[in-house]
């Protein structure tokens, strides 16, 4: 379209005066313009850099937005520097190092401007102008969408930033605009940029989306304010924080952030009011720093898509969570470090996958009048230096209330746990912590569950329905008295339960512990003490073999040579020091521990049961039977069951032997936030403690098992001797199938025995082969074949019934 003219409306101060004139270029008719005047452009394109210098009125003409088209082919296509009006025109830049539109003095009004330009930026305001811009568009991929800065202001209302190259709005060096039901969507930059000392934003209603990086960045002292707005899809962080900087958002929301929705570092601080963050794909709210602060009231922070915090503090900093609401989420709240801190007020913590409160590396967390459901842990404090207090809390559906362990030390006073599914209150690895005026009702588990080790302190607390029992205390527990006596176990004092489990006489009053009443006659009723339940009749147990006989049986099992020379040099340690004891020599320190490397079906567990028994004829271990677990029955799906059910299990093998099955599996190579770390954690410090109580033997695969003591050198440390379980060669397996046969009165017919040979010479030995269980399952498969070829006789004699003949060998399937 070419250029056409323009038509310059003159006026004055009196009516009389007013003129028109037409003029074949802008410049012309700008030059010929007075303050007042009404610059109406026709339909065209006009290749020229304008300047306004007066206060006039340019516009295009009614009823045909767009027609007019100011593009130069370098510079700034208008630059204004009074109070004019601009009005209908599409601005086009081409110059990279300079803006479409420069905006230098006055409170110009711009309204309904298309700005299509490949410029440093669409709109740049400098110095002390203060614009006013309604209904505009920029569309600037080639750099920033807004500029503000050097001290300018103004207004930007309705206006859409579409697909900067760069930064969509950016304020800096002492700008402060107000942008009212803005959109800016596309950028390639941040959204919004607010930056340095001075420089500040009001939003009002606006919306930042689609953005490629973080929707809303403040750094270097800069404040901002925004309310009503909303920031989703972007491709980094939903807001950032950095180098004191202060935000407010009010009534916002910020959702579908695959980042951070809000991450602030290095003494930043934001107010949060009425505000909801949702559908982020790491932490909701991500706070850092010593100094760094977030005072959130009556928000809601819900539905995350990671697998990490909804609220994370570290490294000093602090967080305030006042009448909110973390909902649907990994984990709600974890504070860690020294310094670090959390104060939750009357929020709701619910639809927890993991931890609701977690406190760690010494950092420190105040919740009051909170209340917490459906968490896998309602509060883990978990170690030395971690603490605060629970006041007045309730925690209710979760699989453990709370966790206190390795030397943390938290008050939990006037608190509530109904309904958990393992334990109320669980205390271990030496934690500490004191417990005031709470109740445990309904658990499946303990209400109270206290490890050895543990200076707990537990005052006026009660438990009512609990499966298992109101209070499990250390073994040996007689109630420690008040001013510490005791040792290093619990102080517990006027704590009550009316669990059924207490098999005393009945008393009218409920059953009480006070430190200062702890006589004989009161400990046989008091809550503490599960030992006053009388224990299961069982059958009386066989007598035990000597180890004679035991060793007679290991020697008797087919093949595993060297297994049996280790375990009988073990064995002659272990009775060579008894007798230097009991001459009063001193004795070798013997590992008892052990490591069995090797394929499925090499008698692996057969030698662990034998191996119990040993040291059991020995004097070494009191029962000396065989636990089996795998990792199945020692990690659970939350954090905090793992190390109860870890416990349990060594629990149940005092005495005896814990075999630990594909151990390997507790510590997998992408292990990522796996809780088996936890169990073998726990199962360390338990073998440490008690040395003497179990023994542990680890077994798996060769491979997989040196890799496992490798990445694991504390549970490296704890065995004396690896054991290795090499496969059974064919004439191994060939006498195995003999020993069932003659075990179930079968027999090998001639030939058969040279079949089996040359059979077991030639079967795969892949990942599936499982040594002697597959002899085992070739015996029964010759079985079952005998049965439906001798079946078919009409009479059978006793050779028939017996007799195992090569074609009752089972196929032999090669891979393919």
Same mark, same amino acid.
């Given at each position: ?40 452009? %026709? ?59 420069? =905006? ?20 740049? =305001? ?196 006042? %009448? ?40 420190? %967390? ?327 109580? =179990? ?94 070829? =001798? ?26």
């Amino acid at each position: 379209m070419a250029q056409g003219t323009v038509q310059v409306t003159h006026t004055g101060t009196s009516r009389w005066r007013r003129r028109t004139g037409e003029y074949a270029s802008l410049s012309a008719a700008l030059e010929a313009a007075a303050d007042g005047d009404v610059l109406t452009v %026709a339909p065209g394109t006009y290749r020229e850099n304008l300047v306004l210098h007066r206060a006039v009125t340019l516009r295009g003409p009614e009823g045909s937005v767009g027609s007019v088209r100011i593009a130069p082919v370098d510079g700034v296509p208008l630059t204004v520097r009074a109070s004019a009006i601009v009005q209908d025109l599409h601005i086009e830049g081409q110059d990279s190092a300079a803006p479409a539109v420069l =905006v230098e003095d006055g409170t110009p009004e711009f309204s309904d401007l298309r700005i299509v330009t490949r410029s440093a930026a669409g709109i740049e =305001v400098r110095a002390a102008a203060r614009p006013t811009v309604r209904r505009c568009t920029v569309d600037n991929p080639a750099g920033v969408g807004i500029a503000v800065l050097g001290g300018a202001g103004g207004v930007f209302e309705e206006c859409e930033i579409v697909s900067a190259g760069q930064l969509g709005v950016s304020v800096r060096e002492g700008g402060h605009p107000r942008l009212d039901r803005c959109r800016i969507h596309h950028s390639s930059g941040a959204g919004i940029g607010v930056t340095g000392e001075g420089s500040g934003l009001e939003a009002i209603g606006c919306e930042v989306y689609e953005i490629k990086g973080s929707g809303v960045q403040v750094t270097a002292r800069a404040t901002a304010h925004l309310t009503d707005c909303t920031v989703h899809r972007t491709s980094g962080d939903g807001v950032t924080l950095d180098t004191d900087a202060v935000l407010t958002l009010a009534d916002c929301d910020i959702h579908d952030i695959p980042e951070n929705a809000i991450d602030l570092r290095s003494r930043s601080v934001l107010t949060l009011t009425r505000s909801t963050v949702r559908r982020f794909g790491r932490n909701g709210l991500s706070v850092w720093d010593p100094g760094t602060r977030v005072d959130a009231n009556q928000c809601e922070i819900h539905d995350s898509t990671g697998d990490y915090p909804a609220v994370w503090v570290s490294d000093g900093a602090t967080v305030i969570l006042d %009448a909110c609401r973390v909902h649907d989420v990994p984990d709600a709240l974890f504070v860690l470090d020294r310094g670090s801190r959390a104060d939750v007020v009357d929020s709701d913590l619910s639809q927890i996958r993991n931890t609701a409160v977690s406190v760690s590396d010494g950092a420190t %967390a105040q919740l009051d009048d909170c209340r917490i459901r459906e968490a896998s842990t309602g509060a883990w404090f978990r170690d030395h230096g971690s603490g605060g207090t629970l006041n007045n809390c309730t925690i209710d559906a979760a699989q453990t209330g709370v966790i206190v362990t390795k030397g943390a030390d938290p008050v939990i006073e006037r608190c509530t746990v109904t309904n958990p599914a393992e334990a109320g209150f669980y205390v271990s690895a030496e934690g500490r912590g004191t417990f005031d005026s709470c109740r445990v009702t309904g658990s499946e588990g303990y209400g109270f569950h206290v490890m050895d080790g543990c200076r707990t302190t537990l005052t006026r607390c009660r438990t009512e329905r609990c499966a298992r029992g109101g209070y499990e205390f250390p073994e040996g527990f007689a109630g420690q008295t008040g001013d510490g006596a005791g040792g290093s176990g619990p102080v517990v004092t006027d704590c009550t339960s009316d669990e059924s489990g207490l098999r005393t006489a009945p008393a009218p009053a409920p059953a009480v512990l006070t430190a200062t009443q702890a006589t004989p006659g009161l400990l046989s009723t008091m809550p503490g003490q599960r030992a006053v339940e009388p224990e299961p009749v069982t059958p009386a147990a066989e007598p035990a073999r000597d180890s004679a006989a035991v060793l007679g049986e290991l020697d008797a099992l087919v093949g595993l040579e060297s297994v049996k020379r280790e375990v009988r040099a073990l064995t002659d340690m272990i009775e060579v020091g008894r007798r230097r004891q009991e001459a009063g020599l001193k004795a070798a320190s013997v590992r008892r521990h052990l490591v069995f490397t090797g394929s499925p079906g090499t008698g692996k567990t057969t030698v662990a049961r034998l191996y119990g028994e040993i040291l059991a004829s020995l004097g070494v271990l009191e029962r000396g039977h065989l636990v089996e677990v795998s990792r199945v029955d020692l990690v659970g799906e939350h954090i905090g069951s793992t190390a109860i059910r870890t416990q349990e299990a060594f629990d149940r093998a005092r005495g005896g032997v814990l075999f630990v099955d594909e151990a390997y599996a507790l510590s997998p190579e992408d292990s990522g936030r796996d809780f088996g770390r936890e169990a073998i954690d726990t199962l360390v410090k338990l073998m440490e403690d008690h040395r003497d109580a =179990v023994v542990v033997i680890v077994a798996g695969y060769t491979h997989e098992m040196e890799r496992f003591l490798t990445v694991n050198p504390g549970v490296a440390s704890r065995f004396s001797r690896t054991i290795t379980f090499s496969d059974y060669l064919p004439e191994e397996l060939l006498r195995i199938v003999e020993q069932q046969a003659e075990e179930h009165e079968y027999s090998l017919a001639e030939g058969t025995g040279e079949a089996l040979l040359k059979y077991f010479t030639a079967l795969p030995k892949g990942p599936a082969f499982g040594n002697g269980r597959t002899a085992r399952q070739t015996f029964e498969s010759m079985v079952e074949r005998h049965a439906g070829r =001798v079946a078919q006789f009409a009479e059978t004699s006793t050779d028939d019934l017996t007799l195992l003949y090569p074609e009752d060998l089972p196929e032999l399937v090669r891979p393919s």
